[in-house]
Nanobody, 120 residues
């Protein structure tokens, strides 16, 4: 029903920047809350940041002031600008979105993940 495709991951040196993108496609009426999560090897998946359709944002403390989430509602796309990256930011980053698929039904979808590696 709903597919999320991430792009923009890669290898960067500490202090550098990366910009992730995630585009939603498929059969839905609208996209509600969108967000980014990350999972490092051997650790749980953590929320990084979320953004509502009205662009209200929420950030985990460990990225405040460094990462910025934004979205383009017309293109059903969410972005994550990551600055001042540290090796602790190394993880697989997953996009998440709530899609309205019916009059009162919603579908929560995950992307396949994109690897972000920060070298020291």
């Amino acid at each position: 029903q709903v597919q999320l495709v991430e792009s923009g991951g890669g290898l960067v040196q500490a202090g550098g920047s990366l910009r992730l993108s995630c585009a939603a496609s498929g059969s839905f009426f609208s996209i509600g809350l969108m967000g980014w999560y990350r999972q490092a090897p051997g650790k749980q998946r953590d929320m990084v940041t979320t953004i509502t359709s009205g662009s209200t944002t929420n950030y985990a403390d460990f990225v405040k002031g460094r990462f910025t989430i934004s979205r383009d509602n017309a293109k059903n796309t969410v972005f994550l600008q990551m600055n001042s990256l540290t090796p602790e930011d190394t993880a697989v980053y997953f996009c998440n979105a709530d899609a309205r698929t019916g009059r009162s039904s919603w579908h929560n979808a995950w992307g396949q993940g994109t690897q972000v590696t920060v070298s020291s």
